[in-house]
């Protein structure tokens, strides 16, 4: 996580399995993750101007999980997160079978989970992860 940019933390930890929350806690969504389209299928679907790799590949790469929307909210509560930046979120089949995923930022002191299409990619937006060890 931190070869990217990230800056792992602990944030919680899991009773029942025992197994302690590292999330990405860096100001701004990692510079080294930026520019990805949201998964493979929506990288495929760009028929040109493709970005490297995609938020799903690369977390699969590094071990990582995307945040889910209720860990992204979660993490908001810590600190102000992603002020300039917006951060790729695990988004809902039914969303994902439409063509769409979902991302969060926070704005106007106040924290927003919007969408784009899954093939779009932006120089401002990367994704947090999270580890469970």
């Not at 602990?10 to 197994?19: L, P, Q, T, W």
Request: aromatic content about 10%; charged content about 30%.
């Amino acid at each position: 996580m931190e070869r990217t940019g990230g800056e792992p933390d602990v944030v919680g930890h899991d009773k029942e399995s025992g197994e302690f929350v590292f999330v990405d806690c860096s100001a701004e969504t990692p510079k080294g993750r930026v520019s990805v389209c949201y998964d493979r299928e929506g990288l495929e679907s760009r028929k040109e101007h493709r970005p490297k790799t995609t938020a799903m590949d690369m977390a699969a790469a590094m071990g990582i999980e995307l945040l889910t929307e209720e860990e992204y909210f979660a993490l908001q509560k810590l600190g102000e997160f992603d002020t300039k930046t917006s951060s790729w979120l695990q988004t809902p089949a039914d969303i994902r079978e439409l063509g769409g995923a979902i991302y969060g930022d926070r704005r106007y002191g106040r924290v927003f989970v919007g969408h784009n299409g899954a093939q779009s990619y932006y120089s401002a937006r990367a994704f947090r992860g999270a580890l469970r060890v």
